[in-house]
């Protein structure tokens, strides 16, 4: 469960941050942002596994960076089914996926314990 609640943080905080340095990215309200990072977590859970097998052997043939495409096409979908939030475009959206990768790994290595020898 608090693998899910990290993911969700990360998104909504790197999409705000994105939309207060990149002018295309939009935020309407923080209903929104809320709304946006539920939209693109159930996208993850349902239907980016679908798109990473599909998609297999373009990872395989760029050593798994392909998988960057494919958060970026799932971050264009959840911006199409919200209103109030506007990424911007593929590159906006690459972006994002580049630094929601960096700040859920961050988030989840923060909250390991440390290990203690």
Partial sequence: ???VIL????IILTIYL???LIHTIYIGDTLSLLIMGLVLLIINLLLKPFLLLITLPLSILTLGL???IVNAWTIL???HFVSGVNMGGFL???LASFIIVILHHLLRD???PSKHY
């Fill in 1 to 3: 469960m608090t693998k």
């Fill in 7 to 10: 993911k969700y943080l990360s």
């Fill in 18 to 20: 994105l939309s207060m």
């Fill in 66 to 68: 392909f998988t960057f």
């Fill in 77 to 79: 979908i959840a911006d």
């Fill in 92 to 94: 906006d959206s690459l």
């Fill in 110 to 112: 923060m909250n390991k």
